[in-house]
């Protein structure tokens, strides 16, 4: 797997757009941007993929440099429930049994 | 979406017992599942890989014999800490994976069980 680069935390206020950047300089061409997050004491929590389109779901966007060398995932309006950890992962998909390996993620707290 | 169900959420056994936890795909086909352990305010760690029907593949530092895997089924796994030790205690989590593109090709996670060992 690719290596990823985030920052250690990060603070929103509530109702305000998060930005959480990723650094994935050395992604391969097959390999896809993956988030997922971690709410404490739980289980992760897949939020959005992409390859090199922009992509938005019911949870949030995820912005890809045309490059492909970093992304952007974006919680459109943060509530209290969003904090939690958040990890940028790059993977070959349409290959379900290569393994996860998690950084140490985004620790990001959203502010009353 | 997906239904990872991982049992029990948590459990508290005493030093030298074996505690098996059990981690159940509720509505597909899991065809890979995966062992996490997780320690306070660290990362998700891999402990191994295992596929239905075969022997766990285990990651470099993981005892094979300490932590048993079980993958009896398409739907169920199994991980058995024999012999627990307090240095055990942590947080572990299953995932699963096989949806195919129902799912985004992505993994499912269970819920996690915290095991103390006292």
């Known amino acids: 797997d690719a290596k990823t680069t985030q920052p250690t935390s990060m603070d929103c206020a509530e109702g305000r757009a998060a930005n959480l950047p990723c650094n994935h300089s050395t992604i391969s061409g097959n390999e896809y941007v993956y988030w997922y997050r971690q709410i404490h004491s739980q289980g992760p929590q897949y939020i959005i993929h992409?390859?090199?389109n922009n992509e938005t779901n019911e949870m949030a966007s995820l912005i890809i440099t045309e490059d492909r060398k970093s992304s952007t995932l974006i919680l459109p309006h943060a509530t209290l429930r969003d904090t939690a950890v958040y990890y940028c992962i790059v993977r070959v998909a349409n290959f379900g049994n290569e393994k996860l390996t998690f950084g140490t993620g985004t620790r990001l707290t959203i502010i009353p | 979406g997906a239904v990872v169900s991982q049992h029990p959420s948590w459990v508290i056994c005493k030093s030298g017992t074996s505690v098996k936890i059990e981690c159940r795909s509720l509505d597909f086909q899991a065809t890979t599942m995966f062992w996490y352990r997780q320690f306070p305010k660290q990362s998700l760690m891999l402990m191994a890989t295992s596929n239905e029907g075969s022997k766990a593949t285990y990651e470099q530092g993981v005892e094979k014999d300490k932590f048993l895997i079980n993958h009896a089924s398409l739907t169920l796994s199994t991980l058995t800490v024999t012999s627990a030790h307090p240095e055990d205690s942590s947080f572990y989590i299953c995932?699963?994976?096989?949806?195919?593109?129902?799912?985004?090709?992505?993994?499912?996670f269970g819920s996690g069980t915290r095991l103390t060992v006292v």
């Open positions: 995932s699963a994976s096989g949806g195919g593109r129902r799912l985004n090709y992505g993994y499912t």
């Open positions: 992409g390859l090199k």
